[in-house]
């Protein structure tokens, strides 16, 4: 009888007294929304599993929020964006998303997301460890000294050339912007096919502008307007419609693969599927210059959104998972996206990689001249306004200038209630 009193109270005790006991037991569940498919959507898969084998109090649930209408939404990236903003007002937002460097500031200034300094102690990042990521990637994770993102797939831009092209035509690897427009008329000249196809996109005009020391916004103000803009998308609108060596297209990759184009910009994120689809002699060199060196990054980094102090532990818990070396160095070699660390790119994994993937190297070293698009608010919406002008003047519904002021004009109007 005695022992059935003492059960009964051992047992009272744990369930009401102590319900931290009970509490303690259960998992904690999270959601991981991003924009990857195909094998990267793999790769994140496949290490989400690796986690939670560590980590068996955490459940995390990846979510690919992928466009289901591109006309509509745009890319996958735009439709995650849209699919955050929604969470947001719903007040159900991811415990942890993807998101680019504007969007990260927007979500700052709502008190969106949580700091890397919000976690202290023995859950906190060493300096020696943030030092291990490049500066580029370290810097536009930060504001005010402050890391709010973790680098996650980044990638920058390259030139891409068809040697066989080039030598056919005895045509140099270009140094210059001018190179470039050269030799994209010898081969298309030679070959009767375009020396060069390109997205007539924001991204498209940054690369000559900054290489020119230009600017998108400055002081809170549309610039992409003045003489250096203006000759930037003079630049490429000469290429098809005056000297009809270049294609404005969005599937420049795809002419690329067909022997259509002899060159093509695209991210170091092309580079593992190039070398699996091409099949002809090809090569990777930074992007030309202009008055300096400048090339512009690209991908995401991850954020935290939960308010739940639990959830949020849990989040972090897993975006420090996927920044360790080991698994920094998985997801490259999986996804094709840069190492965001010194230790990951100089490991002896990477390097053996490296040996196969040669380009990835031409991206490594672009990262010493790595430069961020605006990390403003509102550059979502003017990254659309600069789009349609670069649609515009190379289709010749307007002249360079009259679509950059356009665009500028419908900027500056939004920068006007922004900060």
């Not at 297209?249 to 060159?263: D, H, I, P, R, V």
Request: net charge neutral; proline share 4%; with cysteine.
């Amino acid at each position: 009888m005695i022992k059935k009193i003492s059960a009964f109270l051992l047992c009272f005790v744990l369930f009401t007294v102590i319900p931290n006991f009970v509490w303690a037991a259960e998992k904690v569940s999270i959601e991981m929304w991003h924009a990857m498919k195909y094998e990267k959507k793999d790769a994140i898969d496949e290490l989400v599993k690796k986690f939670m084998k560590e980590n068996p109090d955490i459940s995390v649930t990846p979510k690919a929020m992928l466009s289901p209408d591109v006309r509509l939404y745009g890319n996958d990236y735009s439709f995650l964006y849209r699919k955050i903003i929604q969470g947001l007002a719903e007040n159900n937002p991811p415990d942890v998303a993807q998101v680019y460097e504007n969007w990260t500031t927007q979500f700052v200034e709502i008190n969106a997301i949580t700091p890397f300094s919000h976690f202290d102690g023995s859950e906190a990042m060493s300096k020696k460890e943030l030092d291990d990521f490049f500066p580029i990637f370290r810097n536009a994770s930060s504001y005010d000294g402050v890391m709010w993102t973790m680098p996650f797939n980044k990638s920058i831009y390259v030139l891409y050339y068809n040697k066989d092209l080039l030598d056919k035509s005895g045509v140099k690897i270009p140094k210059t912007w001018d190179d470039l427009k050269s030799a994209a008329i010898k081969i298309s000249e030679d070959s009767d096919i375009y020396g060069i196809a390109f997205s007539p996109t924001v991204d498209l005009l940054g690369h000559i502008i900054y290489s020119n020391k230009g600017w998108f916004i400055s002081d809170n103000k549309a610039v992409f307007n003045d003489d250096i803009g203006v000759a930037s998308l003079n630049y490429w609108n000469a290429l098809v419609n005056h000297d009809k060596a270049g294609e404005a297209t969005f599937n420049s990759y795809q002419e690329f693969l067909k022997g259509n184009a002899a060159f093509i910009i695209e991210t170091t994120s092309r580079i593992g599927s190039l070398k699996n689809e091409c099949k002809f002699n090809y090569g990777i060199t930074l992007l030309p210059t202009g008055r300096s060196q400048a090339y512009q990054c690209a991908g995401t980094n991850l954020a935290i959104f939960s308010k739940d102090e639990a959830k949020k532990l849990a989040a972090w818990k897993l975006i420090k998972f996927f920044a360790r070396k080991e698994n920094n160095i998985e997801l490259s070699i999986k996804t094709g996206y840069l190492p965001t660390r010194y230790s990951a790119y100089n490991s002896p994994e990477y390097q053996k990689f490296l040996a196969s993937y040669p380009g990835y190297k031409v991206g490594i070293a672009a990262l010493n001249y790595g430069i961020t698009q605006p990390r403003i608010s509102a550059w979502e919406s003017i990254r659309g306004f600069v789009n349609d002008a670069v649609f515009d003047a190379i289709s010749g519904n307007l002249d360079s200038k009259d679509a950059l002021n356009k665009a500028a004009d419908y900027s500056n109007g939004l920068l006007k209630g922004f900060k």
